[in-house]
């Protein structure tokens, strides 16, 4: 219960050690679904709530886990974890199930989750694992959530499918398509990198 | 890790085995268990996402909620002989509904395409499954692609984005000349293939 | 298992270009990201892609239509398709190391890395999802990997090429990669249209 170490790991993972633009992880995603504010937050879920719970399971099961064996039964863990989040969106939303499509599924393989289990869940105790993991979860989902909310604003015009640029407004459809995706993590990694980590030396 | 000596080795390896073996037992199983436990709500949700397709295919407003598309469905449309529906619009007319499956850039298309009582004009076409391209031919399923066949007269032509106003025309995708062909043949091909399939029964 | 559907080379084609599983699908990009910096390593492990992702793409096909559908295991498909993938990198590695050492040494660390590539599992969701038939997916498995290739090679020159650039403190590594990706994505889509394909 060392409340101390939650406190650091949990800035650090909203920050400094942020999955998506400090350590260039879950990217796949991150271009994939921000074309849309409500994708975006159902797929943040998805993340923070299977990056948690898989470090949670993963750091109980932790001095058990034969060496030869710590890939594929941390894999099996996390891909069991997104299933059931894929099965319960196919139940209760599943028209945002179906516009997410296999993306859902590729959470299995998103780097982060398998990230942190390596490099965190192996290695600490359950509880402040599964707060590395929410909290790795919150640091990718924020940055997902300015980068979508961009995107659909400049793009459809829309926020959470509210219109709320006129007819005024010429769409950049180039922000719903793939290389509006790539252009706006690369400015959002340049804002954040160029002035706010610029003590780090910046050449990561 | 510590010394090999032989008999530890062997324990060693039985146990990564047994450790496998009940891990993915236990995630299996529980995997399975969400499954058979939503499974009734998920076959229910895909059926209501059909009927929503051919409600909107009829030219007919689909209510928000589930339990009010349920209620309008079982009123309003007939299935006949799997091929096609009968649907009675608001007003009391007839439209026929037509499952029709084709031929996209990745894969199959498939569409719901209602017709009048006429089978002259289109009440509406729903692209309901397909796997085009996201940002490209994936805008076969957005509004303002399917709302251009409402009323129209078939059969269509594809004509550059925004010219194709008018019967006989319809608006093509801009970088998605095989995926727009393609719906553009579904429609035509249920206009063409209508008379037959309906037949006597009208 | 559709007999219809587009034909072979289209779908190759397609897969390459304008459906690119890195530029238009946006699959595999964290070991694109890291190990596009050299031409050589990206030729290396673009080539190691191409071969596991053609491989496992026909594998899962056969274990989902012969194995999991019959059995009516269609939930516990993600499971496993990452389990034959992983088994499969992990036969290869084996292979390798016995049959030719300078080839494990010069390979030998991509392998692990190819596990967890989202692009493999993605294609087989794919191919999955568009009922392609066996032939259809192992082509578009093929089509899948060298359009990464392709992608991967082509920013492994540019950024070489970038070496000496005066690039912003702030777009240094991950920030002009993803521009590179973006102009390069935009580049692809202009094939749209070539050869009568989409």
Known sequence: MNLKKMRTVTIANLGRENQVFVHVLGICSTLAVTNDLRNTIVMC????????????????????IPQRVRMMVTTLIIAAYVIIVDIV?????????????????????????????????????????????????????????????????????????VVVLGDWWVKWSIMVMAPGAFFMLALFVWVIKGRFLRDEGGAK | MNGQKPRSKGRERLFTVFFMFAVTVVFVAAVSAAQLFARDAIKRNESLFLKRSVLAAAGIAVPADGAAVEKLYAE?????????????????????????????????????????????????????????????????SEPWFTEQFRGRKGPLLPQPEGTGAADGLFDAITGATVTTKAAGDIVNGVIADAPGIVGGGR | ?????????????????????????????????????????????????????????????????????????????????????????????????????????????FLPLITVNCAILGAALFMIIRHY??????????????????????????????????????????????????????????????????
């Open chain 1, 45 to 64: 879920l998805g993340l923070i709530f299977t990056t948690g719970l898989s470090n949670l399971t993963i750091s109980a099961l932790r001095s058990w």
């Open chain 1, 89 to 161: 969106l196919k139940a209760t939303a599943p028209d945002i199930s179906r516009q997410l499509g296999p993306y859902v599924g590729l959470i299995i393989t998103n780097c982060i989750i398998m990230g942190r289990a390596e490099a965190f869940a192996l290695t600490n105790r359950p509880l402040l694992s599964l707060v590395d993991g929410i909290t790795a979860g919150i640091g990718y989902s924020w940055v997902l959530m300015v980068i979508a909310f961009l995107r659909e604003l400049m793009g459809s015009g829309t926020v959470w499918g």
């Open chain 2, 76 to 140: 309003r449309v007939h299935a006949a002989d799997g091929r096609y529906y009968r649907v009675t619009r608001d007003d009391g007319g007839v439209v026929f509904v037509f499952t029709r499956r084709g031929t996209g850039l990745w894969g199959p298309i498939d569409a719901h395409v209602g017709l009048d009582a006429t089978l002259d004009r289109l009440t509406g076409v729903d692209f309901f499954a397909h796997g085009e391209t996201p940002g490209l031919g994936a805008r076969i």
């Open chain 3, 1 to 109: 298992m559709s007999g219809q559907g587009p034909g072979l080379f289209t779908i190759f084609f397609a897969a390459v270009f304008t459906g690119n599983i890195l530029l238009t699908l946006y699959l595999g990009m964290c070991s694109f990201l890291a190990v596009s910096r050299q031409v050589r390593t990206a030729i290396g492990l673009g080539a190691a892609v191409v071969f596991v992702m053609t491989a496992t793409s026909a594998i899962n096909w056969l274990v989902y239509y012969y194995l999991l559908l019959p059995f009516d295991l269609d939930h516990l498909k993600y499971i496993v398709f990452i389990i034959v993938v992983a088994a499969f990198v992990q036969l290869v590695e084996m292979v390798i190391e016995r049959v030719s050492e300078p080839l494990y040494q010069a390979l030998g660390i």
């Open chain 3, 133 to 198: 038939s066996l032939a259809q997916s192992v082509v578009y498995g093929a089509g899948s990997g060298v359009g990464w290739l392709v992608a991967i090679v082509a920013m492994a020159g540019i950024r070489e090429r970038l070496k000496n650039a005066r690039i912003p403190k702030g777009l240094d590594g991950a920030g002009i990669a993803l521009i590179i990706a973006g102009i390069m994505a935009m580049a692809f889509m202009g094939f749209a249209g070539m050869l009568g394909l989409n």
